[in-house]
């Protein structure tokens, strides 16, 4: 039988591929994975090839609830995880459930690009909030909601990744933590907090999670082990205040297909019980760190014109181009040096050109440094705006 | 750690639950499964861990058209099959894909009532299409879409279960298949052909779905392997036209995560492609074929006032009740008397509640038997309309 793809993109073998956000397949534990699949149903039993119940599979509700009371700081219970067939999933039913067409939604900008897809898919208005180095600009949330609140149409959910941004690399600080709780309160503002990539914290741990700061505030944090275990399993998980977790449980394609990864969330709960999960992610930080540190040293070198935040977690440097310079101009010359990148105008509402998201997740150091390389020849050949 | 229920549903030892169209967990085929699961990363590669290529898994792909091509007699290729997370989550997507908030949504009425739920969650009009023991009305059909097309409001979609019909058990007649073919060439009508109990037919193998008649036509015929295999793995697929699959594969949620159910679609795949599905579909016809003979020759021996016709496959007796009889007034006698069953409001966009639908899936022949000899014991007792 003909193997797989080991990455969802086609990655050129002469190209530096900095485009895409996927885990290395080298590093996804597959003895780990293969390990909890021929011990689910002699561990479980044979409900975890059953119709599951709509939350999930109570032993991966219980076993992520262990890791949030243990790690987070937050005493929580299996009844407040809700599984989901991961992130992407998550939010496109969360958008189904909470919103009504018309609705407006926020957005930061930049944001996760897919992100924005998967909400302009829906029938919704769109609108962008600024982001700055300290994540959310909140005083711009702020005008906005009492604009449009003062309209009579009051912005209905706010998609924010206050944590290791995709792609801006950016945490939320704390004092704006606050500030974003209390408007959201304050306005009946839905905060879709996109939560990914906490794990993968490089230098200290990640900042407390909105939801964990208030989790009796109007926020929905959706988690997610496509980074920290693997992708093919789609499993993730919503946390959130009960009736609000109720509200999506009322989801009629929920109570038709049931548990939505049941089988894959048993696998997930087995390797997170025997705590090999931990060890896993330790792992993948130091491995990570290091791909960090050496795409920003090379940048540094080779890229000295381009300005950028370190990021402290997460897979992605949103470097800021010399003004002159356009992302999209960039990439063909880019490409002629065997360079490939994320343009920033994916990812900003006005197609704002300023960035390119370089990813380090799916190389190792020293091909980090020849990308960086490429990409300071690519800048010295000139890519000027028209 | 705790074992998982066997069943979605809370099954109470002393009823006989005949409200439930769940496969039966003890005929889940776990041995098959967790050897294939072993077998996966050794087989396929790492790439069955990773994101994978919206379309899932080319294993699945090819097994499933493989399979097509050898029972349905349509030769097709993988590129005809599109892997989803199961059939309710198909159709939410397909839903969310193909219609604008205000469409007109036709469906059977009855239908499957959960379907109709996940369309109600769309900001859609529903208008229901008669049903008879022939399956759909294609006249009533071709008089609702030449009025809504009268009215510049053509209908977008039908949704439909052409085969083994849930909750009516009926198959539509040869000639009205062709008829609706035409009248959806002719309107520009999607039809949406839930076909998930095809392989699960007792007497004599199922009709040809809408799809292989008629691979060009607007049809998105949908198949799962949650009847057939296991419902916890959450895999389907999709069958349609190239241009109806682009459409599906632009959605930004599949651009995110990738196929929709990865690792589950490689244990699948490895499932079929050694010949032991085929073996397991007999044994399930042969064993469910029983229980519905049983339940037949039960309910005409203890409930002869009721009405029905025997179903050549799927999960469901859908039963005329005696015309004073209303089947929720019914259903708290029945409980006393020990039975459990979905009235049939609950599948009739009227709230029409003159049938009960009862599954005989979940148990053995002496166990249906008894639900039919309570089911004639609560007739007696009487549940008058009001």
């Known amino acids: 039988m003909q193997r797989l793809p080991r990455t969802q993109n086609d990655l050129r073998p002469d190209v530096v591929e900095l485009a895409f ?18 011990r689910v149903v002699p561990t479980l039993g044979r409900g975890a090839l059953a119709y599951g119940r709509r939350p999930g599979p109570h032993p991966l509700r219980e076993a992520v609830a262990a890791r949030i009371t243990d790690r987070e700081g937050l005493s929580v219970s299996a009844h407040d995880v809700y599984v989901t067939a991961g992130n992407s999933q998550a939010l496109d039913l969360v958008l189904a459930v909470f919103t009504k067409p018309g609705d407006l939604i926020l957005v930061e900008s ?11 898919d829906h029938p919704l208005r769109v609108s962008a909030v600024r982001h700055d180095d300290g994540g959310l600009d909140v005083d711009d949330l702020q005008a906005q909601l009492e604009r449009s609140t003062g309209e009579g149409r009051g912005a209905r959910l706010l998609y924010t990744i206050p944590t290791f941004h995709n792609p801006a690399g950016t945490c939320l600080q704390d004092a704006r933590r606050r500030r974003l709780l209390e408007l ?18 490089y230098d200290h741990d990640a900042p407390p999670s909105l939801w964990t700061m208030d989790p009796g505030a109007p926020v929905l944090r959706l988690g997610s082990l496509s980074k920290s275990l693997a992708p093919g399993l789609r499993v993730g998980w919503v946390n959130a205040r009960a009736d609000l977790i109720e509200r999506l449980d009322a989801a009629g394609v929920l109570d038709s297909g049931g548990s939505m990864a049941q089988f894959s969330a048993c696998v997930a709960a087995l390797v997170i019980a025997d705590g090999a999960y931990d060890r896993h992610v330790a792992r993948l930080r130091a491995v ?61 509402t006005d197609g704002a050109d300023t960035h390119v998201r370089l990813a ?6 020293d091909r980090l440094a020849e990308g960086a390389r490429r990409l300071g020849a690519a800048l010295a050949d000139g890519a000027r705006r028209d």
């Open 110 to 120: 930049p944001t996760y690009s897919l992100a924005l897809r998967t909400i302009r």
């Open 288 to 348: 990570y760190a290091a791909r960090r540190d050496a795409l920003v040293a090379a940048l540094r070198e080779h890229v000295p014109a381009g300005r950028f935040a370190v990021p402290g977690g997460g897979f992605f440097v949103w470097l800021e181009l010399p003004a002159d310079v356009s992302a999209t101009h960039l990439l063909p010359v880019a490409e002629r040096h065997g360079l490939a990148f994320a343009p920033g105008s994916r990812f900003c």
């Open 184 to 201: 959201a309160r304050e306005h009946g503002l839905l905060v879709v907090e996109d939560d990914v990539y906490r794990e993968l914290a």
């Open 21 to 38: 956000g996927e885990p290395d397949p080298s590093l996804l534990p597959t003895d780990l994975v293969t390990s909890a699949a021929a």
């Open 360 to 365: 380090f997740s799916l190389y190792d150091e």
